[in-house]
Each structure stands twice: as C-alpha cells, then as structure tokens.
C-alpha cells in the first residue's frame, strides 16, 4: 500500500502540514502550483510575550499565476538592517533566545538568513522545510511537483489525482480543510482505484514560553521549545 500527499509551498508552515506529511509515504512539494496573494503563504506567527507575531515576506501581488517555485523575493538591501530577512532573523531571535532548543537551532538559523540573499520563494522555502523534516525525522520521500512532466504540460490544474496516478499510490491524504472541494471528484479517485483519507488533524499542546498556548503559529515554535 502506498501513500501520497502533497501541499502548496509556505514560510514557516504550521504543525498540520507535518502530522500530514507524517501519514504518507510520499510528500509531494508542490512548487509549481500558481501564486495567489490572498491564499497567505508568505506569513507565519511566532510568539512573543504580548502574544503573536507576524513574519511577512514581502511578495508582489502583481506575479499571482505565477508558479511558486520562480516566485521572486525582494534581495535588494540585503546585508542592511532593514531587509526583510535580517529582520526576521532578529525577530526570531529577540523571542527565542532563551527558550530550550535555540541553541541548538541558532546557527542554522543565522546562517540561513543572513548569509545570503535569497531570490525566489521556491529555494528559500524548500531550505526551510527540509530543516524542518530532518529535525522531526520524517523520512518520507520527497518530491517536487515542478520535476513531473505533468506540471509543466498542466500549469495551474489540480494535481492531486494525477499525482496519485503518476506515484502509482493506493491512498491520497488531503487536509480536513480540504474535504469539500476534494468530494466533488472524490468518483475520479475512486475509479482510478484511489482512496481519500482527510488527516483528521487535532493541534497538540505544547509547552510555550510567555503566558498561555497560543495553537497554529509555525513549526518553529515547537522545535524551538
């Protein structure tokens, strides 16, 4: 029996996308997918002691359509103190710097956003979340949707069912979220010999630092604490 998911590239993703990731055999990246400016995938929440924090990336809207993987990033004054990337860094920092684990995490942390401009929203994300993957031991295999030869032929169509085709999976777990655009098809899958699971995910609580469980902020939160 084999597994897939997949998900839309994001900064920082939030623990669901990982309980996800963690159910399947195969992930799926998918980078090739369109920017939509209004979907958010360029924010995530840490946590301060007045409570959450955004972290923006600060993206063109007038690229929507475009695949996420060749999204642009704004690199122009990096190394100066108000970059986007250094000041995330030190956001990050500024609230982190006691918890448990930052020691652990710091250096790549620093390193990852102040030794280089990054230009496209693809390689910075997909940096990150491999981080992420090794440092909660999913050892699922991981795919771009930008290396199948669908996604270029398909700019912008749904991959889910011809992701599943392609990986010759049983199963294709999609997202609670999900669940009422996928019954529409959920024949297509089926006749194609395809299950649907929806992950049925429930937010763990975890210890945080400052007072109170503030839930759906970025994976960052939990490894760092």
């Known amino acids: 029996m084999r597994i897939i998911t997949g998900h839309q590239l994001h900064y920082l993703p939030r623990l669901g996308l990982f309980h996800k990731m963690a159910l399947a ?19 995530s929440r840490i946590k301060g002691p007045l409570g959450p924090i955004w972290l923006t990336i600060p993206l063109d809207a007038s690229h929507k359509g475009k695949p996420l993987r060749d999204l642009p990033l704004e690199h122009e004054g990096f190394g100066t103190r108000g970059h986007w990337q250094l000041q995330h860094f030190l956001a990050i920092q500024s609230v982190y710097m006691t918890a448990p684990f930052w020691l652990e995490h710091a250096a790549f942390l620093e390193s990852f956003y102040t030794d280089r401009a990054y230009r496209y929203f693809g390689e910075f994300t997909m940096q990150l979340l491999d981080y992420f993957r090794d440092n909660l031991d999913l050892i699922n295999t991981e795919l771009l949707l930008s290396d199948m030869s669908y996604a270029k032929d398909n700019a912008g169509a749904e991959p889910g069912l011809h992701l599943c085709l392609d990986q010759e999976a049983d199963i294709c777990v999609f997202s609670n979220k999900d669940q009422i655009d996928v019954e529409v098809n959920e024949g297509k899958f089926l006749q194609n010999g395809v299950s649907i699971h929806y992950q049925n995910y429930k937010h763990p609580e975890y210890k945080q630092r400052y007072s109170g469980f503030l839930p759906e902020l970025g994976v960052l939160d939990l490894l760092l604490n």
């Open 25 to 43: 055999d195969v992930f799926v990246a998918l980078d090739y997918c369109p920017f939509v400016p209004e979907a958010g995938i360029g924010r």
